[in-house]
Protein backbone atom coordinates (compact mmCIF):
# COMPACT_ATOMS: atom_id res chain seq x y z
CA UNK A 1 0.00 0.00 0.00
CA UNK A 2 1.17 3.52 -0.56
CA UNK A 3 1.37 6.01 1.92
CA UNK A 4 2.09 9.77 1.93
CA UNK A 5 2.28 11.86 4.77
CA UNK A 6 2.85 15.25 4.66
CA UNK A 7 4.23 17.10 7.92
CA UNK A 8 5.28 20.84 8.94
CA UNK A 9 2.30 22.72 7.97
CA UNK A 10 1.39 25.69 10.77
CA UNK A 11 0.69 29.47 11.16
CA UNK A 12 3.27 31.83 9.72
CA UNK A 13 3.63 35.49 9.41
CA UNK A 14 4.08 37.49 6.00
CA UNK A 15 7.55 36.63 4.84
CA UNK A 16 7.91 34.03 7.37
CA UNK A 17 9.36 30.30 6.43
CA UNK A 18 8.10 26.96 6.76
CA UNK A 19 9.46 23.64 5.72
CA UNK A 20 7.51 21.10 4.79
CA UNK A 21 8.07 17.14 4.68
CA UNK A 22 6.44 14.44 2.73
CA UNK A 23 7.58 10.79 3.62
CA UNK A 24 6.19 8.72 1.44
CA UNK A 25 6.23 4.44 0.99
CA UNK A 26 4.65 1.50 0.05
CA UNK A 27 5.99 2.33 -4.04
CA UNK A 28 7.52 0.24 -6.08
CA UNK A 29 8.24 1.45 -9.30
CA UNK A 30 11.52 2.67 -11.01
CA UNK A 31 10.97 5.92 -11.92
CA UNK A 32 8.02 8.35 -10.24
CA UNK A 33 7.50 12.21 -9.21
CA UNK A 34 7.03 13.33 -6.35
CA UNK A 35 4.98 17.23 -6.06
CA UNK A 36 3.59 19.63 -3.60
CA UNK A 37 0.22 20.67 -4.86
CA UNK A 38 -2.05 23.01 -2.76
CA UNK A 39 -5.72 23.85 -2.58
CA UNK A 40 -7.12 27.64 -0.83
CA UNK A 41 -11.21 27.27 0.18
CA UNK A 42 -12.56 27.78 -2.43
CA UNK A 43 -10.31 27.41 -5.03
CA UNK A 44 -8.89 24.42 -7.34
CA UNK A 45 -6.44 22.18 -6.37
CA UNK A 46 -3.28 23.92 -7.76
CA UNK A 47 0.87 22.80 -8.44
CA UNK A 48 3.29 23.80 -6.67
CA UNK A 49 6.34 22.32 -7.50
CA UNK A 50 7.55 18.91 -8.34
CA UNK A 51 11.01 16.81 -8.39
CA UNK A 52 12.08 13.87 -10.32
CA UNK A 53 12.86 10.54 -8.23
CA UNK A 54 16.00 9.81 -10.29
CA UNK A 55 17.35 12.81 -11.54
CA UNK A 56 17.55 16.83 -10.60
CA UNK A 57 14.25 17.06 -12.71
CA UNK A 58 12.43 19.73 -11.15
CA UNK A 59 9.60 22.29 -11.50
CA UNK A 60 8.20 24.85 -9.87
CA UNK A 61 4.71 26.63 -10.77
CA UNK A 62 4.98 30.84 -11.37
CA UNK A 63 3.37 31.72 -8.05
CA UNK A 64 6.43 30.49 -5.81
CA UNK A 65 9.86 30.40 -8.14
CA UNK A 66 12.33 32.27 -6.44
CA UNK A 67 10.72 31.21 -3.50
CA UNK A 68 10.25 27.85 -2.51
CA UNK A 69 12.71 25.25 -3.15
CA UNK A 70 12.13 21.49 -3.26
CA UNK A 71 14.33 18.69 -2.37
CA UNK A 72 14.40 14.87 -1.72
CA UNK A 73 16.54 12.58 0.82
CA UNK A 74 15.88 9.29 -1.07
CA UNK A 75 17.47 7.66 1.51
CA UNK A 76 14.89 8.00 3.37
CA UNK A 77 11.94 8.50 1.12
CA UNK A 78 11.20 12.02 1.96
CA UNK A 79 10.63 15.33 -0.07
CA UNK A 80 11.19 18.32 1.42
CA UNK A 81 9.47 21.82 0.35
CA UNK A 82 11.25 25.16 1.84
CA UNK A 83 9.15 27.75 1.32
CA UNK A 84 10.76 31.74 2.15
CA UNK A 85 8.96 34.86 1.74
CA UNK A 86 5.76 33.89 2.58
CA UNK A 87 2.64 35.95 1.53
CA UNK A 88 -1.47 35.65 2.75
CA UNK A 89 -1.53 34.36 -0.80
CA UNK A 90 -0.21 30.61 0.37
CA UNK A 91 -3.11 30.06 2.88
CA UNK A 92 -3.81 26.47 1.68
CA UNK A 93 -3.56 23.28 2.67
CA UNK A 94 -0.73 21.69 0.65
CA UNK A 95 -0.96 17.88 -0.55
CA UNK A 96 1.69 15.85 -1.42
CA UNK A 97 1.56 13.11 -4.70
CA UNK A 98 3.22 10.24 -6.19
CA UNK A 99 2.77 9.73 -9.86
CA UNK A 100 4.78 6.75 -11.74
CA UNK A 101 6.67 8.11 -15.02
CA UNK A 102 5.18 6.93 -18.08
CA UNK A 103 7.00 8.92 -20.92
CA UNK A 104 8.48 11.83 -18.43
CA UNK A 105 8.29 14.10 -16.43
CA UNK A 106 5.64 15.66 -15.34
CA UNK A 107 3.79 18.10 -12.88
CA UNK A 108 0.44 17.71 -13.18
CA UNK A 109 -2.09 17.08 -10.88
CA UNK A 110 -3.77 14.24 -13.41
CA UNK A 111 -0.64 13.22 -13.18
CA UNK A 112 -0.46 11.78 -9.60
CA UNK A 113 -1.53 8.23 -9.31
CA UNK A 114 -1.69 8.72 -4.46
CA UNK A 115 -2.31 11.69 -2.84
CA UNK A 116 -1.51 12.07 1.07
CA UNK A 117 -3.96 14.14 3.53
CA UNK A 118 -2.77 17.25 3.64
CA UNK A 119 -1.03 19.92 6.11
CA UNK A 120 -2.60 23.37 6.70
CA UNK A 121 -0.39 26.69 5.80
CA UNK A 122 -1.90 29.35 7.09
CA UNK A 123 -0.08 32.98 6.30
CA UNK A 124 -1.26 35.64 8.71
CA UNK A 125 -0.23 38.53 10.66
Known amino acids: EVQLVESGGGSVQPGGSLRLSCLYS????????IGWFRQAPGKEREGVSC????????KYYDSVKGRFTISRDNSKNTVYLDMNYLKPEDTAVYYCGLGEVVTSFSCRRSGMDYWGKGTLVTVSS
Open 26 to 33: GFTGAEYV
Open 51 to 58: IASTDDSK
